[in-house]
C-alpha cells in the first residue's frame, strides 16, 4: 500500500481537462514539495511537475500543478491522445527520512 | 547531456546475489545525491535506496535494508547497489535516477529472482 493516496485511473476526451489527486499526511506533502512522473508503458519515468507546480524545460503548459494542505493535484488540459500513460506523485516524508510514491493513475484518453 | 545507463541485471535464484551498477555522464556526479527506485511487474514506483553526494549519508526503504548496500565510485562516476538473499517479491526493473526531484533516471534494468 502506497503511502501518497491517488485514484487508480483517470479519463477524459481529447480537449478536456482532468485532474488527478494526491493525498498524504503532515510529514510528506504538507512539509515538501511535491513532484509528478510521467511514465509511458515500458520507459523509464519523465519529471512533469517539480515543486509542486513547476515544470520543467520542454514540459508543455497543458499540464500544470497545484497543492493545498495535505492533498495535491495534476491538472492536464486540452487532453491529447498521447497523454495517455501513468502518472505518479511523490513527496519527501520527513518522518521517513525518505521519498514516498503514489500508487500511480493510469489515465486513458477515450 | 546527461545520461544514466544501468546494468548487471539478470535472473537470480531466490538466496542469490547480484550486484547492478549506473554510469552516469553529462553532469557532475559528485555534486548529486543518488537513489535507487524499483518497479515490480505491473506496480507503483518504489523507492529502494539514497546516497548522499559523498557517500555518507545512506539510506534504505525497511524492505531491503539489511539485504542491500548502496555504494558509489565518484572518481568513476557510478552508482552500485549490491542486493543479497534476494527474494522473489525483489523482482523488478531497477532505475537509478538523479535528485530528487529525479530529474534524470536511467532505462531501467531488470532483476528476477526465480527457482
Known amino acids: 500500500q502506497s503511502v501518497l493516496t491517488q485514484p487508480p485511473s483517470a479519463s477524459g476526451t481529447p480537449g478536456q481537462r482532468v485532474t488527478i489527486s494526491c493525498s498524504g499526511i503532515?510529514?510528506?506533502?504538507?512539509?515538501?514539495?511535491v513532484n509528478w512522473y510521467q511514465q509511458f508503458p515500458g520507459t523509464a519515468p519523465k519529471l512533469l511537475i517539480y515543486s509542486n507546480n513547476q515544470r520543467p524545460s520542454g514540459v508543455p503548459d497543458r499540464f500544470s500543478g497545484s497543492k493545498s494542505g495535505t492533498s495535491v493535484s495534476l491538472a492536464i488540459s486540452g487532453l491529447q491522445s498521447e497523454d495517455e500513460a501513468d502518472y505518479y506523485c511523490a513527496a519527501w516524508d520527513d518522518g521517513l527520512n525518505g521519498p514516498v510514491f503514489g500508487g500511480g493513475t493510469k489515465l486513458t484518453v477515450l | 547531456q546527461v545520461q544514466l545507463v544501468e546494468s548487471g541485471g539478470g535472473l537470480v535464484k531466490p538466496g542469490g546475489s547480484l550486484r547492478i551498477s549506473c554510469a552516469a555522464s553529462g553532469f557532475t556526479f559528485s555534486d548529486y545525491f543518488m537513489h535507487w527506485i524499483r518497479q515490480a511487474p505491473g506496480k507503483g514506483l518504489e523507492w529502494v535506496s539514497y546516497?548522499?553526494?559523498?557517500?555518507?549519508?545512506?539510506k534504505y526503504a525497511d524492505s531491503v535494508r539489511g539485504r542491500f548496500t548502496i555504494s558509489r565510485d565518484n572518481a568513476k562516476k557510478s552508482l552500485y547497489l549490491e542486493m543479497n538473499s534476494l527474494r522473489a517479491e525483489d523482482t523488478a526493473v531497477y532505475y537509478c535516477a538523479r535528485g530528487p526531484p529525479y530529474d534524470y533516471w536511467g532505462q531501467g534494468i531488470r532483476v528476477t529472482v526465480s527457482s
Open positions: 503532515s510529514s510528506n506533502i504538507r512539509s515538501d514539495t
Open positions: 546516497i548522499s553526494s559523498r557517500g555518507s549519508p545512506k
